[in-house]
């Protein structure tokens, strides 16, 4: 596979693993959410995806486009991986329901969206 699908693939992973965090949290309370450990290991689950698609973005692309922090997504997929413990609840929610639907914006912008026929 060429850089460019490979980059084009990472990209989709990465948005849907976006969408998947904005789907789990839509309608949730930060109460719920917070009482809720399946809910707070499926967006870290999708956020670790995310993150491990993002790292694996070319650095050609990457470049040229950074307006993406690819660094902070990266380095969050990192805690979440190999952190010695839990993402703080508050921050994971703030990242959930503000920093995941900025990027999913940028990557709509970037990534065609094919709708189910």
Do not use: C
Not at 40 to 69: F, N
Not at 88 to 108: F, G, H, Q
């Amino acid at each position: 596979m060429e850089r460019e699908e490979r980059d084009s693939a990472y990209l989709w992973d990465m948005r849907e693993a976006a969408r998947d965090v904005m789907e789990f949290v839509r309608g949730v309370t930060y109460s719920s959410f917070s009482e809720d450990k399946a809910l707070r290991y499926a967006v870290e689950r999708r956020l670790e995806v995310l993150g491990e698609a993002a790292g694996r973005v070319s650095e050609s692309w990457k470049g040229a486009h950074p307006g993406i922090p690819w660094h902070q997504i990266a380095g969050l997929r990192d805690i979440l991986t190999y952190g010695s413990g839990e993402l703080p609840v508050d921050r994971l929610w703030i990242v959930a329901n503000e920093s995941v639907p900025m990027l999913v914006e940028w990557l709509n912008g970037l990534v065609p969206v094919i709708e189910p026929e």
